[in-house]
């Protein structure tokens, strides 16, 4: 047994075709409606209640109703149209001849294309304006009668809307296309939808190979470019990222890539719009600075250590050679203006207050003559040059072969190697290293000096490379281990000059040449059981430093 519900629900499917209710794209509720209405009164309610225009024609195209949207769609009363034929009142000419056979056809056929099908034509209101609408017809059977039913939806806003974003790409196109930058759009998926001319012409990519970023950026950079993407798509906010992008001949060139969201009225994301800007050149010039600001800056901070370190030996020289200059030379006004005052007295010995002056002299002249020495090792001139060391060493130990005679020593040494090196300096640093060891001693001195070659590249002054040590071990008379670091200072001495002579330079000078090689001087004592003197050179050295 059917219910009202049922009755009711067929009675309407009566009055409307199935084809027609599954074909009706833009009016569902209206067919719903209908199905559920159980009076042509209530019919019409809902029809005019409508907010589509719905006119019904008969077989001669009579319009037989014309609901309130119709009305206020096209402009004229449902009393105005009563009688007229669709064609000639709403339908413009062009589409006439269309309309007039569709109905034709389907009287022959049943079927045609002005049936259930929804179309997007123009029409004409009552001020002769045509305006665009979108149309649906259907044919309608009641009480064995056949009629039309249009649905008819202005839509002048959506083509508005439409052509002026028509309009807008167009313009949007014509600017992308005029500008040096390369210009794209993309989806929300990150594939390109829209790139200019410049975007294909610098990639050289074909069109389906060009939708996706990682075909032409470099590999070591998408990985950034993507973490950058994915925060500005969780925040929609606008983007940058530095990447380089490859060239249709493979170079990469880097880029600045800037994103901006598109987002509607409603805040949703529609797409984004960006821009690759050819930083590459900048990009290399600006790194090219940047080193040329780090190594200039590394050059005046060793500048800087140099000054202070020469401000450091001028304290050094002006502190303690007024000391030791001056006392030779107050030596020989004081024993000048004796002889001077006593030279006509009976019986006056001269000779040996001459003899006093001349020792006075001649340390003075030592004096000078080792402080000329240490100011030129601050000016190094000199080119690094292959040097062996043990050629250095023979020629030292030739220099000292009678002193070495004359004091019975014994020098022990093993095989030592070549490196790149100031020769003369090298021979500085040996001489003063032997002389030191053969002088300070109170009994037969026995040197023995030491090398070996790291196996592996140690850090030094900021330059890594093969260490060479140099050990000079003595058996003199050492001295407190305390004492270390104040023996490298110029004219700092343990002992007295009259025990044993010099002037207190010849270690300050070993100190400076090592450091003019990028090196370290140390050394261990024990008081009168002797000194190792430890140098640590690089075997090769940067020049260019």
Not at 118 to 124: G, K, Q, R
Not at 225 to 248: D, G, H, K, P
Not at 343 to 369: C, N, V, W
Not at 468 to 486: H, R, S
Request: glycine share 4%; aromatic share 10%.
């Amino acid at each position: 047994m059917s219910t009202p519900d049922k009755q009711n629900s067929e009675k309407a499917q009566s009055l409307i075709p199935e084809e027609g209710i599954n074909k009706l794209e833009n009016n569902t509720s209206v067919i719903n409606a209908l199905s559920i209405a159980d009076s042509e009164e209530k019919i019409m309610l809902i029809m005019n209640a409508a907010l589509d225009a719905i006119i019904c024609i008969d077989q001669k195209d009579i319009i037989t109703f014309w609901n309130h949207s119709a009305e206020k769609i096209f402009g004229w009363t449902a009393e105005q149209v009563k009688g007229q034929t669709l064609a000639e009142l709403i339908i413009p000419e062009k589409y006439r001849s269309m309309h007039r056979k569709g109905m034709e056809n389907y009287f022959k056929t049943g079927n045609g294309p002005a049936l259930n099908v929804l179309l997007h034509l123009s029409a004409i209101k009552s001020d002769q304006s045509e305006f665009p609408i979108e149309l649906t017809v259907l044919a309608i059977k009641q009480k064995g009668e056949e009629f039309f039913c249009a649905f008819i939806r202005d839509i002048t806003e959506s083509k508005r809307i439409e052509i002026a974003l028509k309009e807008s790409e167009k313009k949007f196109r014509t600017l992308a296309e005029s500008s040096p930058q390369k210009v794209w759009s993309c989806g929300n998926d990150g594939k390109i939808i829209y790139a200019n001319s410049q975007m294909f012409t610098f990639t050289g990519l074909p069109a389906e190979e060009y939708s996706n970023w990682a075909n032409f950026t470099h590999p070591d950079d998408f990985s950034n470019t993507e973490t950058v993407w994915m925060e500005a798509l969780n925040s929609l906010n606008s983007y940058e990222v530095e990447e380089r992008l490859r060239r249709y001949d493979g170079e990469y060139r880097w880029h600045l890539t800037r994103g901006v969201p598109e987002i509607d009225e409603k805040g949703n994301l529609l797409m984004w719009i960006g821009t690759c800007t050819d930083i590459h050149d900048q990009k290399i010039m600006s790194e090219e600075l940047e080193n040329r600001v780090v190594k200039r800056t590394s050059e005046l901070l060793k500048v800087n250590e140099e000054l202070k370190s020469t401000n450091l030996q001028l304290e050094q020289f002006a502190f303690v050679a007024s000391h030791d200059l001056q006392e030779p030379l107050r030596k020989i006004q004081t024993f000048s203006d004796y002889i001077l005052n006593n030279f006509d007295k009976p019986g006056f010995d001269a000779k040996t207050y001459l003899e006093k002056i001349h020792s006075s002299g001649q340390r003075m002249s030592a004096l000078i003559k080792d402080l000329l020495l240490f100011s030129k090792l601050s000016k190094i001139d000199d080119h690094y040059v292959k040097t062996d060391l043990k050629v250095v060493l023979k020629n030292v130990l030739n220099d000292f072969e009678l002193m070495i005679t004359e004091k019975k020593a014994v020098v022990h040494s093993e095989k030592l190697p070549v490196i790149i090196a100031i020769p003369m300096q090298m021979n500085q640093l040996f001489y003063n290293l032997i002389s030191n060891s053969l002088k300070f001693s109170d009994r037969p001195p026995v040197i023995t000096i030491t090398s070996f070659i790291s196996k592996h590249k140690e850090n030094f002054s900021g330059m890594a490379s093969d260490f060479v040590t140099i050990t000079f071990k003595d058996n003199g008379i050492g001295f407190e281990q305390i004492y270390a670091d104040k023996i490298f200072t110029i004219f700092q001495r343990l002992n007295t000059k009259e025990k044993y002579e010099g002037t207190g330079i010849g270690l300050a000078m070993c100190k400076k040449i090592v450091e003019n090689h990028f090196g370290s001087l140390t050394v261990t004592s024990v008081l009168k059981e002797g000194s190792s003197f430890i140098l640590k050179l690089p075997v090769a050295i940067d020049t260019e430093r």
